[in-house]
């Protein structure tokens, strides 16, 4: 029951990656750069892409089932790659996101939607992850905190139900391991809604450190988003948070808890989990 992971090397497929193998399950990864892997021994990397359908074909040689976080920036090949995903495995779970759902004409949501339809059309057995807020985006946030505690950027009062990447994976692993899941969009949160000037305050609170919120101009948070994104999504992220501002925050679901048996993480303890790259070891663990 070979698993193919493709994203594997990203923060959500590799925890898909390693919660199979601690389940016993093999595991094949398809990875553009091998030697950058941080993975198991025991799975097996094979060199490839997804916008090289010769690699990918190559990758699903007696795969049954693929875990796909799609990392291109437009869906131009999702009806290919989902037609080569059908031709070897049965089942497939895709790590889509709230935006696809969310009815925004936006760069986001147009190329999740995009895959999304494209699998729709196949004969996989699939399932979708949505979830809203990554936790993981806060690492954005990491040089600012390392340097001087002082977080910059816009839209502070916008809340987000962060989720822990390892929740994400729990999910993939329960609808790729089990069977109820076929047809199912799972609409997945943290388990509580956190202003991003929350989040900072949280994050200062875990590291034992002081730690603030800026607001500056959108100008100036655009110029320090293209630092990390193209500009079409930081536009996106932006237009995004100046829809949410002032609007009631999304409720968390309990959907994690519902398809694991097991609550969702805590913000606090995703800070916990990474404080080494917010240059930090947490208060009272030395």
Known sequence: MTTLVIGATGNVGRQVAVQLTERGRPVRALARRPEKADLPGSVEVIPGD???VDSLRTALRGVESV????????GDLAGAVADTIAGSAGRLVLLSSAAARS???DAISR???AVEKAIERTSLEWTFLQPHGFATNTLNWARQIREDGVVRGAYGSVSSTLIHEADM???AVAALTSDGHVGAKYDLTGPAALTQVEQVRVIGE?????TRWEEVSREVARELLLERVPA???DAMLDAYARLAGREPDQPTATVEEVTGVPARTF????ADHAAEFGSAVRGRG
């Open 111 to 113: 190329v999740h939607l």
């Open 103 to 105: 009815g925004s004409d």
């Open 206 to 210: 875990v590291l034992g450190r002081e």
């Open 268 to 271: 606090a303890q995703w800070v």
């Open 232 to 234: 079409k999504y930081a």
């Open 169 to 171: 994976a729990a999910v």
């Open 50 to 52: 997804l916008s090289d």
């Open 67 to 74: 875990f796909l976080m799609w990392p291109l920036t437009s």
